[in-house]
């Protein structure tokens, strides 16, 4: 590692700890800086625009420092594969020892793709944001095709990974997630999709209101397997 990139700040904070967002892994979450997406629910708005507080030195000190005692890291954001490092980041980060988890909105299907065939990551979070017909709405961002070139890509390697989307009934309601199920079972996707309710903060990209509608889950369609989390 050069002096150069260890003195590059572009993480925004460390979560110590955690047994919820890698499952049956002991792990610590990465915060990374900035995003190619400004979803209108996302309760991250200031890692999106905020700058990097912590160095690769600061990072890389805190993960020896976990070495025997955490076994995963979590790389999230923001979104990380922004990151012009992320390719290094994630070989040190394996030189240590540990599994890593991405959490990717996949509008970076090249990168991930350079990350799975150098075998530089273990596990994919990703976010399926919204059927096409409200992507652009929802993200600000029109890219889907770069989404599902990297939901094709994942499947077609079989590669670990699972798909989610987070709920705010302002915004989708079932026939939306019945829609995002329907796409994933055309496209031969064998995993449990996951529906995440929003949970409310004030501080998001858009004004929505604190109480989102439950999913009303006897509208909902059994052609992938679905999980209910929180």
């Known amino acids: 590692m050069t002096n150069n990139f260890l003195a590059k700040k572009s993480v925004y904070d460390i979560t110590r700890f955690t047994t919820l967002d890698y499952k049956d892994h002991l792990a610590c979450i990465i915060w990374f800086t900035k995003c ?3 979803c209108s629910y996302c ?3 200031k890692v999106v625009e905020g700058e990097g507080i912590l160095s690769n030195q600061e990072l890389f ?3 020896k420092s976990r ?3 955490l076994d995963a890291v979590v790389l999230s954001g923001g979104e990380c594969t922004l990151n012009p490092d992320i390719l290094e980041l994630c070989e040190e980060i394996k030189e240590l020892g540990f599994k890593i988890k991405i959490d990717t909105n996949g509008l970076n299907p090249d990168i991930l793709e350079e990350l799975v065939d150098f075998s530089l990551i273990d ?3 990703l976010d399926y944001k919204a059927p096409a017909q409200k992507f652009k709405h929802i993200t600000q961002n029109g890219s889907i095709e770069k ?3 990297t939901l094709d890509m994942l499947i077609y390697k079989k590669f670990p990974f699972e798909v989610r989307t987070t709920i705010h009934s302002d915004l989708l309601d079932e026939s939306d997630i019945n829609s995002i199920a329907l796409d994933l079972h055309k496209r031969k996707y064998n995993g449990t999709y996951f529906i995440q309710n929003y949970l409310h903060v004030d501080d998001t990209f858009n004004t929505l209101s604190q109480y989102s509608i439950p999913v ?3 509208l909902i369609s059994n052609v992938v397997p679905i999980e209910f989390r929180n």
């Open 36 to 38: 190619n997406m400004r």
């Open 43 to 45: 309760y991250n708005s």
């Open 61 to 63: 000190d805190f993960l």
């Open 67 to 69: 070495v025997g005692k």
């Open 123 to 125: 596990f994919i979070a």
């Open 147 to 149: 989404f599902y070139k």
């Open 216 to 218: 009303d889950k006897t």
